[in-house]
T-cell receptor, first 115, second 114 residues
Framework: AQSVSQHNHHVILSEAASLELGCNYS??????LFWYVQYPGQHLQLLLK??????LVKGIKGFEAEFIKSKFSFNLRKPSVQWSDTAEYFC?????????????FGAGTRLAVHP | ETGVTQTPRHLVMGMTNKKSLKCEQH?????MYWYKQSAKKPLELMFV???????ENNSVPSRFSPECPNSSHLFLHLHTLQPEDSALYLC?????????????FGPGTRLTVT
């Protein structure tokens, strides 16, 4: 079955620390990849997405993610986190199979950034 | 952000009640979705509608009944729920269901079944 695995359920960092959140998926074909973020009390919103082209994609608020096809990974990174980055982060994969393509989410990683 | 709205935001219902969740999207999208978000579990896709036709029914119990009267509105009718159905129910919309467009989410309805 297709699945998305996020390695860390909880991450605690101090401000200015670097962040990397892991995401791996199980599907051998073409995929579209997404990172969504849910700030406390707010709705899920798109952070960045990869469809094709440069495997290093940049999103909002200084986030970036790298698609490594050989590793089935799409890790999220930020060089220096801020307190306002405290949120839950969800990796999602849409396997391309023609017609209806569902979005499969990981379980999420809860990030807490301390001042 | 008012692209996708959901009402009510909070709902407490007994196991014998009947209630409905409402979702409205103001983005001109053709696809709408219901998800269930439970603690420590991935978002679970429940239903997908494309141009008002259901294209996915992800093994959801019949006590959940969706309705899509037009491409802007989506309902989830609830009856004889169980306590384990307590969760955050999210509605989303996208341009279409090809997976080539991001999904826009509403704020969710926090449901508690007593």
């Amino acid at each position: 079955a297709q699945s998305v695995s996020q390695h860390n359920h909880h991450v605690i960092l101090s401000e200015a620390a670097s962040l990397e959140l892991g995401c791996n998926y199980s599907y051998g074909g073409t995929v579209n990849l997404f990172w969504y973020v849910q700030y406390p009390g707010q709705h899920l919103q798109l952070l960045l997405k990869y469809f094709s082209g440069d495997p290093l994609v940049k999103g909002i608020k200084g986030f970036e993610a790298e698609f490594i096809k050989s590793k089935f990974s799409f890790n999220l990174r930020k060089p220096s986190v801020q307190w306002s980055d405290t949120a839950e982060y969800f990796c999602a994969v849409s396997p391309f199979s023609g017609g209806y393509n569902k979005l499969i989410f990981g379980a999420g990683t809860r990030l807490a950034v301390h001042p | 952000e008012t692209g996708v709205t959901q009402t009510p935001r909070h709902l407490v219902m007994g196991m014998t009640n009947k209630k409905s969740l409402k979702c409205e999207q103001h983005l001109g999208h053709n696809a709408m979705y219901w998800y269930k978000q439970s603690a420590k579990k991935p978002l679970e896709l429940m239903f997908v509608y494309s141009l008002e036709e259901r294209v996915e029914n992800n093994s959801v119990p019949s006590r959940f009944s969706p309705e899509c009267p037009n491409s802007s509105h989506l309902f989830l009718h609830l009856h004889t729920l169980q306590p384990e159905d307590s969760a955050l129910y999210l509605c989303a919309s996208s341009q279409d269901t090809t997976g080539s467009y991001e999904q826009y989410f509403g704020p969710g309805t926090r449901l508690t079944v007593t």
